[in-house]
């Protein structure tokens, strides 16, 4: 077992770049009295095309620095991470680091509410190469509803275009309407599609646009927030050492000012930041 500290600390909400900041701000309007540490391992991103072993070696070294900053409960506000990282981490990591902190995931969330959204049991999926690959969605689901079947649709132009402030303009449209086409070409019967990336928010009027109206549009912050939030309430012992000034710390692998620029594109406010070396 490492020796962390044992003091109440904040939340910890990782992601390997800036869609997690997406989470983050759905947790922060449903929670609003808990204190935050974001951490973006910005320097290394993206995560959707490595590989599960480097996934998970840059995922496990990002919680452990999370850990090392006091945080009890970490939450992998990244998909790629959550698909390839955190079943390994919790089974077998956190047994050997400190088995009361907790570490906890953004599919699975996602996953509980599909059955009440979805009338037709087809269900789509938007998301980078590595998390389509990774199957995790369509098992995670198989698991709660074995009658639904999910059909996914790779989108890896989606987080460059976000990622470089392209998203509002008039080039992103292409790519959006091609992925969107491709789904519903696989399965016409789709009545509902997750967005299964935490970067995809920043192009839902798009989305939106390219996608007929009876289909439900499922956004991940919304959901995950709720599920921490009845997380906290069923344990009591973790939601103690949880503290609640209602303030947020940004850290970035990456350099101050890219962060901060990006960081204010998807939060739309000024964020201030410090970069960090992970231990």
Request: with cysteine; net charge neutral.
């Amino acid at each position: 077992m490492t020796n962390y500290s044992t003091e109440p600390a904040p939340i910890g909400i990782f992601d390997s770049g800036y869609g997690g900041l997406t989470i983050l701000d759905e947790i922060r309007a449903q929670l609003p009295q808990y204190d935050y540490i974001y951490l973006g391992d910005n320097a290394r991103t993206p995560y959707g095309s490595r590989s599960f072993d480097v996934v998970y070696e840059y995922t496990l070294q990002c919680v452990k620095q999370l850990f090392e900053m006091g945080c009890h409960l970490v939450i992998l506000a990244c998909n790629t991470a959550s698909a390839k990282a955190l079943r390994n981490i919790q089974q077998k990591d956190l047994h050997t680091l400190d088995s009361s902190r907790r570490v906890l995931g953004v599919i699975r969330p996602t996953v509980e509410i599909i059955g009440d959204i979805t009338k037709t049991k087809h269900v789509g999926l938007l998301g980078t190469l590595g998390t389509i690959q990774s199957n995790s969605y369509p098992l995670e689901i198989k698991k709660l509803f074995p009658d639904i079947s999910v059909t996914g649709e790779a989108c890896p132009l989606w987080v460059p275009i976000i990622e470089n402030n392209e998203h509002m303009h008039q080039g992103a449209d292409y790519f959006v309407k091609k992925n969107i086409e491709n789904l519903l070409r696989k399965d016409d019967k789709i009545d509902s599609i997750i967005l299964g990336c935490t970067h995809y928010p920043l192009l839902i009027n798009k989305i939106k646009a390219y996608t007929p109206s009876h289909i439900t549009i499922v956004s991940q912050g919304k959901y995950v927030a709720q599920s921490l939030l009845q997380y906290l309430q069923r344990h009591p012992e973790i939601e103690a050492k949880c503290t609640k000034n209602g303030e947020v710390q940004f850290f970035t692998t990456e350099s101050v000012e890219k962060f901060q620029s990006s960081a204010s594109i998807f939060l739309q406010q000024k964020v201030e930041a410090k970069r960090i070396t992970l231990v």
